[in-house]
Nanobody, 121 residues
Framework: EVQLVESGGGLVQPGGSLRLSCAASGFTFSRHGMGWFRQAPGKERETVAAVTWSGENTYYAEPVKGRFTISRDNAKNMVYLQMNTLKPEDTAVYYC??????????????WGQGTQVTVSS
């Protein structure tokens, strides 16, 4: 079965940084693009970043461009999200999933528990 385990979230002051990690299993990790998604209270889940299977190409949602960096380690079945210059509006639960580049959005219907990121002073 597909398993996605997010970690690295926490409470950080505005302007601070966090590095999120996603441990994936149950599928051929290196053959899938991967993405990070987030959902804030009262809002729809949104894609924040994605990376192709090889790591060659990346995508970032406009609100996080220049601040977030997605990367992956296929040898470890891990995907990361380095988040810098965090803003209160970044507060959300962050999830990872395989990413479908041609159609957009997540590949698998099952989600992990996510990791909470709270940006507040």
């Amino acid at each position: 079965e597909v398993q996605l385990v997010e970690s690295g979230g926490g409470l950080v002051q505005p302007g601070g940084s966090l590095r999120l990690s996603c441990a994936a299993s149950g599928f051929t990790f290196s053959r899938h693009g991967m993405g990070w998604f987030r959902q804030a209270p009262g809002k729809e889940r949104e894609t924040v970043a994605a990376v192709t299977w090889s790591g060659e190409n990346t995508y970032y949602a406009e609100p996080v461009k220049g601040r977030f960096t997605i990367s992956r380690d296929n040898a470890k079945n891990m995907v990361y999200l380095q988040m810098n210059t965090l803003k209160p509006e970044d507060t959300a639960v962050y999830y990872c999933n395989a990413y479908q580049g041609s159609q957009g959005g997540e590949v698998f219907g099952s989600w992990g528990q996510g990791t909470q990121v709270t940006v507040s002073s």
